[in-house]
């Protein structure tokens, strides 16, 4: 069984918000009442499902029969399903009824990294519409147009022999995003491809044991590798595999 948060206004809401995800198979593990940063009372429902429908709605229709005991690693790949739904509440509970709409929803946008540019070419040609008169409004229609801007390329590597290699510096996601990426072409393509990763990420505490527990569940090969003639002998072996995908350490942007 897989443990997932769902948090609402009250225990019923968030138990709906799980009904509505996963249907009636699942359980309560816990439910309470937290007070946020901004003062409010939310509620917080803890559920477990099944790993094999946790792991279903969290990259599509297919089968996964590994289960995990691990809930922090597993709800980071559940968590980024849901991250929209995370950040339109963040966005609502920072606003602050002395502001003006547009002002405000903005500055929090682009708090959470959202681009000064783009967010000025929509709320522009929204100028008039009933939509600046209602910040939650304003905000869930911003959610939504960024939800319609994140389009996935589908892609057929053909039969060569694919490497990606994802760098950037630490806590940007390097990590969850390699384990979508082999959900991805490991079971959501056309055909299911044969993947395996390697990590060269040493540095980070618990890394190697993050990745190979990713790569248990969804049964595709993971290799740590501790030198470039390590990752040259590897890279070697694993010639008749589709895809390889291979994560770094992160670098400080101040470094």
């Known amino acids: 069984m897989i443990n997932e948060t769902f948090v609402a206004s009250d225990p019923k809401s968030a138990y709906e918000q799980a009904v509505e995800k996963y249907g009636e198979a699942l359980t309560i593990v816990s439910a309470k009442q937290l007070k946020y940063d901004d003062g409010v009372l939310r509620c917080e429902v803890v559920i477990a499902v099944p790993s094999e429908l946790f792991m279903e709605k969290s990259f599509g229709d297919q089968s996964f029969k590994e289960e995990s005991e691990e809930e922090e690693l597993i709800s980071e790949i559940g968590e980024l399903k849901a991250q929209l739904e995370v950040m339109k509440e963040g966005v609502f509970s920072d606003i602050r009824e002395n502001d003006s709409v547009i002002s405000k929803v903005k500055a929090l946008f682009m ?68 384990a979508k990426l082999a959900a991805r072409y490991a079971y959501l393509m056309d055909r299911p491809y044969k993947v395996a990763l390697l990590n060269l990420d040493s540095y980070k505490v618990g890394a190697i044991e993050q990745l190979e527990h990713y790569a248990d569940i969804m049964q595709i090969e993971h290799i740590a590798v501790s030198s470039v003639e390590d990752f040259r002998e590897n890279l070697e072996k694993l010639e008749e595999y589709d895809v390889i995908l291979v994560d770094t350490a992160g670098m400080s942007p101040y470094d």
């Open 111 to 178: 708090k959470k990294g959202i681009s000064e540019k783009w967010l000025d070419e929509i709320l522009n040609s929204l100028i008039g519409t009933s939509l600046v008169e209602d910040k939650e409004l304003l905000a869930s229609y911003l959610i939504e147009e960024i939800d319609a801007a994140l389009k996935v390329k589908e892609e057929d590597i053909g039969n060569a022999l694919k490497v990606m290699m994802l760098v950037g510096p630490t806590g940007v996601g390097k990590t969850t995003t390699i």
